[in-house]
């Protein structure tokens, strides 16, 4: 997946639209998100109405960004994000989307489970228009988009599995060497920042900061910003 930045009108480094598709089992708030995705100039490359299809639609159309619902039927929409994002879309060879869950549900443990499973982020279906649409936005860029008073939840849970984590074993492998900027954005992001704030924060460009993250993911072998958050506070980053 590319790294760029995501524009106003839903473009992608005002090349090409994000790609998106949309997955849930009611047709009429399906149609409907699918239509003001378009409308906002968005690529809508399919739609879904149950798990099995999803995941077959995901792999044929490799879009950027997956709105997904978690109730659906044939498979849970936990075990559709699953399937795509830890197999890279299936095909071995792409890239696997990013994951905005777009839920009726605003429960703890739904959360938790969604984000656990590899969703970048968690918009319950009450949100606006314009919410969802910046929030498809920021998806695509990379960012963790949460309902307010979610993303406090999902940093609590990783904190708390992080004071459980049992220590490097003497054999283990040490973990890879990251550059001074680098483990200093990281240490950031696991604070919770955005890229955009980030990139004030330290006086650089987004596209830098997307760069330096990516770097990292590969350098640990991570496969998400969740996981790379869960990373630096394992190891105490986002202490000050």
Not at 35 to 43: K, N, P, Q, T, V
Not at 80 to 108: D, I, K, Q
Not at 166 to 178: M, N, T
Request: glycine share 10%; aromatic share 2%.
């Amino acid at each position: 997946m590319s790294s760029g930045t995501t524009g106003e009108t839903g473009e992608r480094d005002g090349l090409r639209p994000v790609r998106v598709m949309v997955v849930d089992d009611h047709p009429m708030w399906r149609d409907a998100v699918a239509r003001d995705l378009s409308e906002a100039g968005f690529e809508v490359v399919a739609t879904a109405g149950d798990g099995p299809q999803a995941v077959r639609r995901a792999q044929a159309t490799e879009p950027d960004v997956l709105i997904l619902d978690l109730n659906l039927p044939g498979l849970p929409g936990v075990e559709v994000c699953r399937r795509l994002v830890g197999s890279g879309s299936g095909s071995g060879t792409a890239s696997a989307p990013r994951v905005l869950v777009l839920s009726a549900s605003g429960e703890h443990a739904d959360v938790l489970e969604a984000v656990k499973s590899g969703a970048t982020g968690y918009l319950v279906k009450s949100a606006s228009t314009e919410e969802l649409l910046e929030a498809v936005r920021r998806t695509a860029a990379g960012d963790p988009v949460f309902t307010p008073g979610l993303a406090g939840l999902v940093l609590g849970e990783y904190r708390r599995l992080a004071g459980r984590a049992e220590p490097r074993k003497p054999d283990e492998p040490a973990a890879p060497r990251l550059t001074e900027r680098e483990t200093e954005v990281l240490r950031l992001v696991a604070k919770g920042l955005s890229y955009k704030q980030i990139a004030e924060r330290l006086v650089i460009s987004h596209r830098t900061v997307q760069n330096h993250v990516q770097n990292t993911l590969g350098k640990l072998q991570l496969h998400n910003r969740v996981e790379l958050v869960r990373y630096a506070i394992e190891r105490g980053l986002d202490d000050d």
